[in-house]
């Protein structure tokens, strides 16, 4: 069973930056593909950015794209979002999630999701 637990949301100013990680454990080869979500209050979740374990290809919103990099460490089974420029609307908690089948957006598509961090931006 593999539990997914994300860190380092919080508080920053726009402009500023922070990056979140996710930390996998229990972690096995089918599920080759992390995603980042991220829902605000009244909102729907929606999909930020995902990476392969293996070839480490990524792929990301169009909101978010040249502002926000996915990265990950197969040594240490964790995923980080780095976020630059930070703006009032990237205000969200926000998810990781693993998938199996391929690079999906799609919510449903992914089967383990973490319990999120917040992060929460200032104008």
């Known amino acids: 069973q593999m539990q997914l637990t994300e860190s380092g949301g919080g508080l920053v100013q726009s402009g500023g930056s922070l990056r979140l990680s996710c930390v996998v454990s229990?972690?096995?080869?089918?599920?080759?593909?992390m995603g980042w979500f991220r829902q605000a209050p009244g909102k729907e979740r929606e999909f930020v950015s995902a990476i392969s374990w293996i070839v480490g290809g990524t792929i990301y919103a169009d909101s978010v794209k040249g502002r926000f990099t996915i990265t990950r460490d197969n040594d240490k089974n964790t995923v980080y979002l780095q976020m630059s420029n930070l703006k009032p609307e990237d205000t969200a908690v926000y998810y990781c999630?693993?998938?199996?089948?391929?690079?999906?957006?799609?919510?449903?598509?992914?089967?383990?999701w973490g319990q999120g961090t917040q992060v929460t931006v200032s104008s």
């Open positions: 229990g972690r096995t080869w089918r599920y080759d593909y």
């Open positions: 999630a693993a998938a199996a089948t391929s690079f999906s957006r799609v919510i449903n598509d992914y089967d383990y």
